[in-house]
């Protein structure tokens, strides 16, 4: 399955709201109504960290400004209120297959 | 506290190989399963491959696939990534990861290590 995220970067003012899309080969839905999409942020010289699972569901820890939504095959993380912490590159990934794959990333600038 | 240490990384020339190890502590490993995802420099993340919890199958990405090996000591709460015929193209951080489930289902990599770098290069 091929992962294609957009936009590839975004500058966004401290306060404003900002978009990720992510759009699958295949459906990522599975027939127990899971759609089997992660969400994942590696800041500046950290490993990645999980922030939404199964599409929408925010990881333990995780700010409420993050959202995951969408089904089938297309995606959005969305960010409320960008913060000058939230800058790193944003990466979607399917588990539906047992071969995972990852989006090219999306570089989140202040 | 759930902590995930890799270790093996290193130099190593074209053909040649490599054994990673990743220490998993604070979870229940023998069920655990895993992963290994792995970053070229300044490229995004590439998933190399998984192995199930409870002595299962593995699976791997077309890229690695007849090249490595994951296993896992259950006893040593230790994953392995075993690398053969090593490409230039495999240099990079190598990051081990916890694959979680969330009610019943086998899902996302909530757990990382801090990378062990690996460099192919003659």
């Known amino acids: 399955i091929v992962m294609t995220q957009s936009p590839l970067s975004l500058s966004v003012t401290p306060g404003e709201p900002a978009s990720i899309s992510c759009r699958s080969s295949q459906s990522l839905l599975h027939s127990n109504a899971y759609n089997y999409l992660d969400w994942y942020l590696q800041k500046p010289g950290q490993s990645p960290q999980l922030l939404i699972y199964l599409g929408s569901y925010r990881a333990s820890g995780v700010p409420d400004r993050f959202s995951g939504s969408g089904s089938g095959t297309d995606f959005t993380l969305q960010i409320s209120r960008v913060e000058a912490e939230d800058v790193g590159v944003y990466y979607c990934?399917?588990?539906?297959?047992?071969?995972?794959?990852f989006g090219q990333g999306t570089k989140l600038e202040i | 506290e759930v902590q995930l240490v890799e270790s093996g990384g290193g130099l190593v020339k074209p053909g040649g190989s490599l054994s990673l190890s990743c220490v998993v502590s604070?979870?229940?490993?023998?069920?655990?399963?895993m992963s290994w995802v792995r970053q070229a420099p300044g490229r995004g993340l590439e998933w190399v491959g998984r192995i199930v919890g409870g002595g299962g199958p593995t699976d791997y990405a077309a890229d690695v696939k007849g090249r490595f090996t994951i296993s896992r000591d259950d006893s040593k709460n230790t994953v392995y990534l075993q690398m053969n015929s090593l490409k230039i193209e495999d240099s990079g951080v190598y990051y081990c990861?916890?694959?979680?489930?969330?009610?019943?289902?086998?899902?996302?990599?909530?757990?990382w290590g801090q990378g062990t770098q690996v460099t192919v290069s003659s």
């Open positions: 990934m399917q588990t539906l297959q047992s071969l995972y794959t």
């Open positions: 604070g979870l229940s490993f023998s069920d655990a399963w």
């Open positions: 990861s916890h694959i979680t489930m969330f009610r019943g289902v086998v899902t996302s990599l909530d757990f």
